[in-house]
């Protein structure tokens, strides 16, 4: 059977999952993956404690303690008996086309006749901007929203249309060709229209049942789902054996090159021809670097001959952690003057979200302002780092607008002068500039070359938002030796930054080989 999540899946994954199911239920949970799991699953009770409280007379909610047969069948009774909104959705299979499906909602089409699916998910389905069709969250009124444009989703097409072709078999689908998703804010409907994603569907579903079947054959390729893919470590022996053009080149990219004949490493890093046109992410002659220093086992290559990095009297690292959408927590800091480091936390262990983030941010900016004045009166100069300033610059700015008027809290305009402002570094932005990197740009990627190693084997962003939920609590008691592991992976990142940073000024030329060295 196949779900709508197999759609926009690896084709090899879905061949792997049907070939070896007894493999695929022993295989170890990913971390990451379990994380999004429970998030999705409290937004989705989040979501359903709203609509269903707000008029619970107007809903059959399905119990999902059931068996997934059982549940179907009282899908399909509150159907028939025309339920005018079902919570819990669950559709009989379709053993005949290979389909399963359930949905969050199904609102009864009362203009005419039918169901409309909708879905609940825990991530953005609109932009600001224009053009997007909403409807309110507790009457069906689709209309179009001159705040909002749609984001394009394509998991969330896929399985609205699952659901309509499995809701239309049973003479239960709406014709108005319309679904609908509440996103992460959940303050409206948007309104996916179907008639611009059934033929799409109906092209991928065939596809992908043909390959659970035994029809259609399938050979490993990287793409970005392979970090939490179950089969991975088989797939990357594969490929490694055969020297395969995606681990250098994933994703479109190595399609890109399979389709004028480069299929393997030694074939880009021998490339002697024009540039792909339109190449994605990046430079193509990146590309060929990136194979030579692979076949070299090189993890860097320099760009220029000279590395430049911005150096300053105080310098001081900073590294935020957030979860989801809701906040940013942890404000981590490493002040280094005269060669002593001082680690130095600014923390909310409130549950996000919380009016406490104000105090830890405000005190956060405090602490950092009066640095950087301290460094001018006294005639020096003052840095303060980050890694990849994508995720630092949306929480300043957010937390100046969400807390606008709290005590310490400064203004936007303050927050835009100082990331505006030399002082603000992005070490990213300076490896990206000066080195290509086979393995990778991200700090966990870099900073071993230069040494760092993070004290906790299981650090990483995805983990951390694990670490977190239980640091307050959101399961249950709050777990205080999580918050200990918390603020030592935010510390190992701040120090891994300024280990970064001195390696590119001592170190590194005498250590990473120039690209026309390879």
């Known amino acids: 059977?196949?779900?709508?999540?197999?759609?926009?899946?690896?084709?090899?994954?879905?061949?792997?999952d049907a070939a070896f199911p007894e493999q695929l239920a022993a295989a170890p949970e990913d971390p990451g993956v379990r994380q999004r799991q429970d998030a999705a699953a409290a937004k989705r009770e989040e979501v359903r404690q709203t609509l269903v409280g707000n008029a619970p007379d107007r809903w059959v909610q399905i119990d999902r303690d059931q068996s997934a047969r059982r549940r179907a069948e009282q899908t399909i009774a509150a159907c028939a008996a025309g339920a005018e909104r079902i919570w819990g959705a669950v559709l009989p299979l379709d053993r005949d086309a290979g389909r399963k499906a359930h949905c969050e909602i199904l609102l009864r089409d009362t203009d005419?006749?039918?169901?409309?699916?909708?879905?609940?998910?825990n991530h953005k389905v609109t932009d600001p901007g224009s053009g997007a069709i909403t409807s309110g969250l507790f009457e069906w009124e689709p209309r179009e929203d001159p705040t909002r444009k749609p984001r394009g989703q394509i998991r969330d097409q896929?399985?609205?249309?699952?659901?309509?072709r499995m809701l239309e078999k049973h003479g239960l689908a709406s014709p108005a060709?319309?679904?609908?998703?509440?996103?992460?804010a959940a303050d409206v409907i948007f309104v996916h229209d179907l008639t611009a994603v059934l033929e799409d569907y109906d092209e991928r579903f065939l596809d992908r049942v043909a390959i659970a079947r035994g029809e259609s054959a399938t050979v490993p390729s990287k793409v970005g789902?392979?970090?939490?893919?179950?089969?991975?470590?088989?797939?990357?022996?594969?490929?490694?054996?055969?020297?395969?053009v995606s681990l250098v080149a994933s994703g479109s990219r190595a399609e890109l090159l399979r389709e004028v004949g480069c299929r393997t490493i030694d074939d880009l890093a021998a490339w002697d021809?024009?540039?792909?046109?339109d190449w994605p992410h990046g430079a193509f002659e990146d590309s060929v670097v990136t194979a030579r220093a692979w076949l070299a086992g090189v993890p860097l290559v320099r760009r220029f001959p000279q590395i430049r990095v911005t150096r300053a009297d105080i310098e001081v690292d900073v590294d935020m952690e957030s979860y989801q959408d809701r906040g940013?927590?942890?404000?981590?800091?490493?002040?280094?003057?005269?060669?002593?480091?001082?680690?130095?936390?600014?923390?909310?262990?409130?549950?996000?979200?919380?009016?406490?983030?104000?105090?830890?941010?405000?005190?956060?900016?405090t602490w950092l302002m009066a640095e950087r004045e301290a460094a001018a009166s006294s005639g020096k100069t003052f840095a303060a780092y980050c890694y990849s300033r994508a995720a630092e610059d949306k929480w300043l700015l957010e937390s100046a607008r969400r807390f606008a008027g709290s005590p310490g809290v400064p203004t936007e305009a303050e927050i835009r002068e100082f990331i505006d402002s030399p002082q603000w570094v992005d070490i990213y932005q300076a490896v990206s500039d000066q080195f290509i990197c086979p393995a990778g740009k991200g700090l966990k990627k870099i900073a071993p070359v230069a040494g760092f190693r993070w004290r906790d084997p299981d650090a990483s962003g995805e983990a951390s938002m694990s670490w977190y939920r239980e640091a307050v609590g959101y399961d249950g008691e709050p777990d205080l030796t999580q918050r200990e592991r918390l603020l030592r992976y935010n510390e190992d990142d701040v120090i891994a930054t300024k280990v970064l940073r001195e390696w590119m000024s001592d170190r590194a030329v005498s250590e990473i080989p120039l690209s026309s060295d390879l």
């Open 158 to 164: 896929m399985r609205v249309a699952q659901v309509y």
């Open 177 to 184: 060709l319309v679904a609908g998703a509440i996103g992460y």
């Open 328 to 365: 940013a927590y942890l404000w981590g800091t490493l002040l280094n003057t005269d060669g002593v480091s001082v680690y130095r936390p600014f923390v909310s262990w409130d549950p996000l979200p919380t009016q406490d983030e104000a105090r830890s941010f405000a005190e956060f900016w």
């Open 273 to 277: 021809r024009e540039p792909i046109e």
């Open 112 to 121: 005419r006749g039918g169901y409309i699916p909708v879905i609940v998910v």
């Open 1 to 16: 059977m196949i779900d709508a999540g197999a759609l926009t899946r690896c084709r090899h994954r879905v061949h792997l």
């Open 225 to 244: 789902e392979c970090r939490s893919c179950p089969w991975w470590t088989g797939c990357e022996e594969q490929l490694t054996q055969t020297h395969d």
